[in-house]
C-alpha cells in the first residue's frame, strides 16, 4: 500500500519537474564590477534530440547586451534578448552548450537573475514543441505542446490509482 501512495506522489511532483529552469539555464559569474565585461553559458539538457532552439530571455537591467559567440554546430542570431539557432542534424546528450552571452555591467551585480520568457525546440521530426509562451499566444501559429497532453495521462493515473486503492479496501472488509 505504501508502494502506490509514493508512486502516486511522485507522478504529483512530475509537472514541477518539467521547466524551463530544468531545460535552458544561462551560467553567469557572480560579484561582477561596473563597466566589466562578463560572459554566461547558455546551456540546454534535454534527453530529447534538438535542431533548432528559440529562445527570449529577461535579464538584470543594469546589464547591456554586447554579443551572442554560437557554438561552432549551431546556425542562425541572437539580436538582444533572443536567441535563434538551428541546425541540419540533431543534437544529442544532456547539458550540452549552445553559444555564450557577452554583457558590460552598468553597476555593481552580486547575482545574474534572468527569467525565460519564450522557449521552443524543434524535434528531430522537426516538430515545435512550445515550452514556455509568456510573450504571444498566437493561435494562428502550429505549435505542440506536451504539458496538456502530460496532465491528461496523469489525472487518468491518479483516477486509476484512486479505484484501485478503493476496491482494495472493499476486499479488505469482505474478508473480515
Not at 544529442?92 to 552580486?110: E, H, M, P, Q
Not at 495521462?153 to 479496501?169: A, N, P
Request: charged residues 25%; proline residues 2%; contains cysteine.
Amino acid at each position: 500500500m505504501k508502494k502506490l501512495y509514493i508512486i502516486l506522489l511522485i507522478y504529483l511532483i512530475f509537472p514541477l519537474l518539467v521547466s524551463a529552469e530544468n531545460m535552458v539555464s544561462i551560467n553567469c559569474p557572480e560579484n561582477i564590477q561596473k563597466n566589466t565585461e562578463f560572459t554566461c553559458d547558455v546551456i540546454v539538457n534535454t534527453e530529447y534530440p534538438v535542431n533548432a532552439i528559440d529562445m527570449q530571455y529577461k535579464i538584470n537591467n543594469n546589464v547591456e547586451f554586447i554579443e551572442f559567440a554560437k557554438d561552432d554546430f549551431w546556425q542562425g542570431e541572437s539580436i538582444e534578448n533572443r536567441i535563434s539557432i538551428y541546425s541540419d542534424t540533431e543534437k544529442d546528450g544532456n547539458n550540452y552548450s549552445v553559444g555564450t552571452l557577452k554583457f558590460k555591467a552598468k553597476s555593481n551585480i552580486g547575482k545574474i537573475d534572468y527569467t525565460i520568457n519564450y522557449l521552443e525546440y524543434s524535434d528531430k521530426n522537426y516538430r515545435s514543441n512550445v515550452i514556455v509562451d509568456n510573450v504571444n499566444h498566437d493561435v494562428n501559429k502550429s505549435k505542440h505542446n506536451c504539458k496538456p497532453l502530460i496532465i491528461v495521462v496523469m489525472i487518468i493515473i491518479v483516477i486509476i490509482l484512486i479505484f484501485y486503492i478503493i476496491r482494495r479496501k472493499g476486499s479488505n472488509y469482505e474478508k473480515k
